[in-house]
């Protein structure tokens, strides 16, 4: 059974850290690619970061350019999005997603991806 879960979520003030985790199972990890996405009250998902299957390709939105940084332990099978110098606007609920693919992976459009966890809650407020 294929199943991503989230976990890493919390209430952190401004300017700090948190890291995001994507453990994945039932599928040979490696083949896919994977993405986080988010979504903030009252507004749609967006794709935040992408990893292709060996981590050759990686992408930001331009929000996060510079503050996030994403990356993958294929031993582990997890996918990491590292994020610091938060800011309340960085408020939401993270997703990720995977798809199996050649080397690649996108942000956008988010039915690109065929697999989703159940997300994990950010909050960034003082």
């Known amino acids: 059974q294929l199943q991503l879960v989230e976990s890493g979520g919390g209430l952190v003030q401004p300017g700090g850290s948190l890291r995001l985790s994507c453990a994945v199972s039932?599928?040979?990890?490696?083949?896919?690619?994977i993405g986080w996405f988010r979504q903030a009250p009252g507004k749609e998902r967006e794709g935040v970061s992408c990893?292709?299957?060996?981590?050759?390709?990686?992408s930001y939105v331009d929000s996060v350019k510079g503050r996030f940084t994403i990356s993958r332990d294929n031993a582990k099978n997890t996918v990491y999005l590292q994020m610091n110098s938060l800011k309340p606007e960085d408020t939401a609920v993270y997703y990720c997603?995977?798809?199996?693919?050649?080397?690649?992976?996108?942000?956008?459009?988010?039915?690109?991806?065929?697999?989703w966890g159940q997300g994990t809650q950010v909050t960034v407020s003082s």
């Open positions: 039932g599928f040979t990890f490696d083949y896919y690619a």
């Open positions: 990893i292709s299957r060996s981590a050759s390709i990686t």
């Open positions: 997603a995977a798809r199996g693919t050649p080397q690649q992976c996108a942000l956008t459009p988010e039915n690109w991806y065929s697999y």
